[in-house]
């Protein structure tokens, strides 16, 4: 059984940091890229930030580019999202994916075109 099971979330407040995780199982993590969209409330779901598990390349919307860190411990098959300077427009529900080899759809905001999806893990960042 496929499974991508997000943790880390939580409430922070402005200008803190988070460190959300991604454990993956049930497919060759190797094959896959993993990343991360956030849908907050009355806004378009966007496409944060992924990391490709054969190469190590890596992808950040402008919005997080300088404050997110993703990176990856293929012994462990699990994706970490470090976040820091997070800012109240931080606030959504963090979503991992997992699609066939790069990040070309995290990066073009293709949701639907993911492989595999995680359930969510809600991140609140107070001002």
């Known amino acids: 059984e496929v499974q991508l099971v997000e943790s880390g979330g939580g409430l922070v407040q402005a200008g803190g940091s988070l460190r959300l995780s991604c454990a993956a199982s049930?497919?060759?993590?190797?094959?896959?890229?993993i990343g991360w969209f956030r849908q907050a409330p009355g806004k378009e779901r966007e496409g944060v930030s992924c990391?490709?598990?054969?190469?190590?390349?890596?992808y950040y919307a402008d919005s997080v580019k300088g404050r997110f860190t993703i990176s990856s411990d293929t012994a462990k098959n699990t994706v970490y999202l470090q976040m820091n300077s997070l800012k109240p427009e931080d606030t959504a529900v963090y979503y991992c994916v997992a699609e066939i080899w790069d990040c070309s759809g995290v990066s073009s905001r293709d949701y639907y075109g993911m492989d595999y999806w995680g359930k969510g893990t809600l991140v609140t960042v107070s001002s």
């Open positions: 990391i490709s598990s054969s190469d190590g390349s890596t």
């Open positions: 049930g497919f060759i993590f190797d094959d896959y890229a």
